[in-house]
C-alpha cells in the first residue's frame, strides 16, 4: 500500500487554530446576558483556566509527517512532553479575589525537600499522567478548591447562593465525571467560552497570566533545594504571589467586557458592556 502513503510538511496540533465562530460568540453573549438577569454575588462568578510553565524547543516548528491519502483527517504532529512541565490553574471572581491557586504534574511524587516549605499555605498540587487540566484533575479541582469555597459563602449567609462559572470548552470540563462533581455543589452555571476566543474573552488570558509569566523568568531559583521540580513549583508561587492584586484582577474582567461596580472597596454588582458585543 505504499502508494496510499505519502508525506507533507504539518504543523504542530497545539499551534493549529481555528477561526472563530460568530455564532458561538453570540450564544456566549445570550448566556451572560442569562446571568447577568439573575446574577450571582461577584464573588461567585468565577473564571478558571490554565497555563502551562515548560519547555517548548519544538514551538512553531513544521515536520514532515507520513499520511494516507485515504485519510480524510488533517496531518499533524505533538510535541514532546517536558518532564518538569507544570500547569497553573488559576481561578479569579468577579469580587478581584482569587481562589487557591493548582499546579498540576506529571511526576509520580513529590521530593522530600518539598515538605520544608510554604508551598501548601498557598496551592494545591495534583499529580496527573499529563500535565495539563484533565477529566482527574478537573474533578480534583472542583472538589479540592472550588466546594470548599462556595460552601464557605452559603454556610456564612444560610442561603444556596448561586455559582457562575466560565470556562474554556475543553472537553475534559464537561465529561460526565465533571458534571456529576459540580452537581455534588449544586446550583452551579456553566459558561463554555467560544473555541479559540481565549485572547478575547478569557478574563485569565486577557492581563493576568501574562503578568505572571514575566516575573517567573526572572526569579533565580534556590539553589538550597535540591530538587527540580519543588525549586520551580517555588518560582511559580513566587512569581503569582508577586503579580496577582485585586486591581489586576479589576483589569483583566474589564478588558473582556465586564464592568465592576464598586464601593468602599467592594465590588456590589456588574454589568456588560453592550458596546464590546460590536468590537
Known amino acids: 500500500h505504499h502508494i496510499d502513503i505519502q508525506k507533507i510538511k504539518a504543523n504542530c496540533i497545539d499551534d493549529l487554530r481555528a477561526n472563530i465562530s460568530i455564532e458561538k460568540v453570540e450564544q456566549y453573549f445570550q448566556s451572560i446576558d442569562e446571568i447577568i438577569k439573575d446574577p450571582p454575588k461577584p464573588y461567585l462568578l468565577i473564571n478558571l483556566d490554565e497555563m502551562g510553565f515548560g519547555k517548548r524547543p519544538e514551538k512553531g516548528k513544521r515536520k514532515t509527517v507520513s499520511f494516507s491519502t485515504k485519510c480524510d483527517v488533517e496531518a499533524f504532529w505533538r510535541e514532546r512532553t517536558d518532564p518538569y512541565h507544570i500547569s497553573l490553574v488559576a481561578a479569579v471572581t468577579a469580587a478581584c479575589n482569587s481562589l487557591k491557586p493548582l499546579c498540576l504534574t506529571t511526576r509520580k511524587r513529590t521530593d522530600t525537600d518539598f515538605n520544608d516549605t510554604f508551598y501548601y499555605a498557598w496551592g494545591d498540587l495534583c499529580i496527573t499522567p499529563k500535565g495539563y487540566i484533565t477529566t482527574f484533575s478537573?474533578?480534583?479541582?472542583?472538589?479540592?478548591?472550588?466546594?470548599?469555597?462556595?460552601?464557605?459563602?452559603?454556610?456564612?449567609?444560610?442561603?444556596?447562593?448561586?455559582?457562575?462559572?466560565?470556562?474554556?470548552g475543553c472537553t475534559s470540563h464537561f465529561t460526565d465525571e465533571v458534571i456529576a462533581a459540580f452537581d455534588e455543589i449544586g446550583n452551579v452555571k456553566l459558561i463554555p467560552l467560544p473555541p479559540h476566543s481565549s485572547h478575547l474573552l478569557q478574563m485569565l488570558d486577557a492581563t493576568l497570566f501574562s503578568s505572571v509569566k514575566r516575573p517567573f523568568a526572572s526569579i533565580p531559583e534556590n539553589k538550597d533545594l535540591p530538587s527540580r521540580l519543588t525549586r520551580k513549583l517555588m518560582r511559580i508561587k513566587r512569581a503569582y504571589e508577586s503579580s496577582i492584586c485585586s486591581e489586576l484582577i479589576r483589569s483583566a474582567w474589564e478588558a473582556t467586557g465586564f464592568k465592576l461596580n464598586l464601593f468602599q472597596g467592594e465590588v456590589t454588582s456588574f454589568t456588560f458592556d453592550e458596546d464590546f458585543k460590536s468590537c
Open 138 to 168: 478537573m474533578v480534583f479541582w472542583i472538589r479540592n478548591i472550588l466546594k470548599p469555597y462556595v460552601e464557605f459563602f452559603r454556610n456564612a449567609t444560610n442561603e444556596n447562593l448561586k455559582c457562575g462559572l466560565i470556562i474554556d
